[in-house]
């Protein structure tokens, strides 16, 4: 089902970014072009902002990682050299800024539950939902870097597996807070009677967990749409599951249609056994697109970009990713010498690929150097229009997590040319849904849906605040 | 030294507000003028920026408390029925978009550092900081609610000394990150050697405390101020030690000179003790002003606020504040039958102000219920800046922190008509001087001075990265 193509289907598209010089292209910040260094600076993201909004981007998506890539070389030099996500500053401090400058677009900021204690973290984002009238997602992370952990004054990380029972956990204490500790009438501002909340329509959350727990009324009123919009794109088995399970929007990542394929099937798959909606998963592949008047002048983009790839910085990224120490491997040596840990593992990502096809690290570098393990669409607006309805017909993803070659140059390229194309072809919209980020996704309401398992904690315990 | 009046020295005004309904004036939500409801809305604190940029306010300062008022009564029911202190949200959120609209305003931000784990807080700050051009300071408070600890899903929070020994770990931790991890020259952006941060130049954050440890590279590039304007308003002894050891600006609070005087004597004594300059310490002191065009005027709209003032709101907020659950005593009963617990105690504040008047629990709430324990400075810009003069001549306080009766009414009544009477007699600035917070403040650098504790962590161990 998953892979049959779904004509004149709506493509969404999504920008990827990250409060940080360069992302997902190591080295690209070194183009004449490129204001990724700019990211400590508001003007930059209210102009991009804008400019997404202007191309009905549905989302700008920020990741975010809570620690420095250094299993390459076993050190953050060479994150450090090559600019690789470090420096970076917090995502979630962008969003309101953005938000005043513009109306519609939505913003997916990324938190990592396993540093971040819930109580505040569910304020801080139901804070984000009412500045923004409701234009935030969360992207839910446990993240993968034992840097992380010891920022935290840990020895190293909990087990991938421990780190989804705590995220299973985490997940009902903000389902609680946000879900079930105050009836959308507890706010009635009465004046008169001089009242500003009525006591009875709010509740403590309750909850005890081996990991997380939580005894308090949430702090915030309901926001529009009280838990923001999932995200998840956890690629492991129990990444799928607790995707599967609470994701309302999925990325996934791989350089071809054959590798993301069987993943979006399990993705529906499990979604539907978890008793949901499979097709109310919307799901992105991550792309990057160049393009140009031509094919020829698209191509000649990109090979003026490819010469600011850094090798050294891509395999910084793919050995945090894998937790495969590149550093201690020849650019000319294939990768199926390199055996990745269990787990994450975005080196199999790439290698799945086309099994028959052998890679060398230096291959993988280049590969990834632009546009982290996604493809490049690469061709005139009409061609990278033809590759994304391909994709879209061969995987049965919704559409494209767009990350940027050179910044913003390659969000500017997609709203000013791409989206055009894409519209004459009646696969893009012509304005904005009215409504919540969560309505302009689903087509739905503001609030998840009865068979989300938030809806669960919609009624907690009927007692007396006490 | 600190009594006497150094005349023609420049008034600091600084607004007090919080990210929540009502703020220190409880039951004022109710006046037909009051937006204080509005905290919801991006609009309202862009608007509220501008208004106090206009007059040249140093700062709006944003309260926090992470959890319930439920010592009234023994639960939340009270503060949510009067609006007092919830719904509230995560004050950091609003900076980006204040700082987007104005250019020389500084921000300061409550955080708990009992509940806040010090890695992410610190890449918090320091992304302000950025993205404020260096205009945000961090109040530095341990909590005072039980019902804080339980959301974090402790039983209670720690003993009051505890925290201060908690705090001070805490401090050298951040100070570790934002002083010590990055030198100044780190980040090179080279883009013909390929180096964007000179590895040699950065360092891990290393300290393993009882309570705090760390073991990272900061994630964030030095920012215009690095570690932000440091505020505290602690009134215990260890508070007051804690204050002295790091404060550059120190909020005080009680009904008259009489009882804030020996209190900034003796923040500026420890500080000495400390080795600091004692009078680089800026001192703030709680009041809300009333105006009008004539004494008479300011008098009549004084008692109309009045009018809404909510009782129980008041002592929702000084149980809170004192530990003391004040709906077991009667509004007539007098507070000397109340003996508040040892640490911080508003209702010492307000009895020590006269010993020899007696004031009942009505007379509490009453005077509570505007601008908090703080004085209401009311009559016409001329009386208000007698008022403001004489205070700053009895007690040595630099300035005032500024709550709002009616919000932001109150606000606006000082920038349009108090400022300009205190620009008239040559107190009062008539342009923002420029560069960061600090530097506006203390007419220094926009770094912390040689002789702050956080410059022993500017030269952390020399070792390489590993």
């Known amino acids: 089902m998953t892979g049959r193509p779904k004509p004149k289907r709506e493509i969404r598209l999504n920008a990827f970014s990250m409060n940080a010089v360069g992302h997902q292209s190591p080295g ?41 890539y250094d299993v390459y070389g076993g050190s953050p030099d ?24 513009t109306t519609h677009l939505g913003f997916g900021v990324t938190s990592n539950l396993s540093y971040e204690p819930a109580f505040p973290f569910a304020r801080r984002m139901s804070t984000l939902d009412h500045l923004t009238d409701g234009r935030v997602g969360w992207n839910v992370v446990t993240g993968y870097l034992d840097s992380a952990a010891r920022a935290a004054g840990l020895a190293r ?10 995220a299973e956990e985490y997940m009902d204490v903000v389902y609680s807070l946000w879900e079930g500790s105050w009836d959308d009438d507890a706010v009635v501002r009465d004046r008169a009677r001089g009242v500003f909340t009525e006591p009875s329509r709010v509740r403590p959350a309750r909850y005890r967990g081996a990991h997380v727990s939580v005894d308090a009324v949430h702090l915030s009123q309901p926001s529009p749409q009280r838990t923001p919009v999932l995200y998840q794109a956890g690629s492991s088995p129990a990444g799928r599951v607790f995707a599967a399970r609470h994701a309302e929007c999925v990325f996934v990542s791989g350089p071809s249609a054959r590798a993301i394929a069987p993943r979006v099937a399990d993705i529906r798959r499990l979604a539907a056994e978890a008793g949901r909606d499979p097709a109310a998963i919307t799901i992105f592949a991550l792309a990057t697109v160049v393009t140009g008047p031509t094919d020829a002048a698209a191509e000649a983009k990109l090979a003026d970009y490819r010469r600011y790839v850094s090798h050294e910085g891509a395999l910084t990224l793919m050995s945090g990713w894998t937790g495969v120490d590149f550093s201690s491997y020849g650019l000319d040596q ?25 890679w060398t690290v230096r291959e993988v570098a280049e590969h990834v150097g632009v546009g982290g393990v996604g493809p490049v669409f690469v061709g005139a607006p009409s061609t990278v229009a033809d590759l994304m309805e391909s994709w879209i017909a061969a995987t049965g993803v919704d559409g494209f997590n ?26 893009y919209k012509r304005a904005y849904a009215p409504g919540t980020l969560r309505e302009k996704l689903t087509g739905g309401g503001p609030r998840l849906p009865a068979r989300h398992p938030a809806a669960g904690f919609r009624t907690l315990p009927v007692e007396a605040v006490e």
């Open 78 to 101: 060479a994150a450090l050299r090559h600019g690789t996500q470090i420096p970076s500053n917090d995502p979630s401090l962008l969003v309101p800024a953005m938000a005043a400058a």
């Open 28 to 68: 690209l910040w070194r183009h004449p072009r490129d204001r990724s260094a700019e990211f400590n600076r508001l003007g930059y993201w209210m102009e991009l902002a804008k400019t997404l909004e202007a191309g009905l981007f549905d989302g700008l998506f920020l990741a975010d990682v809570l620690g420095a």
């Open 157 to 166: 990380q909990r087990g991938h597996d421990e780190r989804y029972a705590v």
């Open 334 to 358: 294939t990768v199926t010498h390199v055996r990745t840990e269990a787990g994450r593992s975005a080196m199999e990502n790439i290698t799945r690929a086309d099994p028959s096809r052998v």
């Open 402 to 427: 767009l990350a940027a070659a050179v910044a913003p140059e390659s969000f500017e390229d997609v709203a000013e040319h791409v989206v055009p194309e894409l519209q004459r072809r009646g696969r």
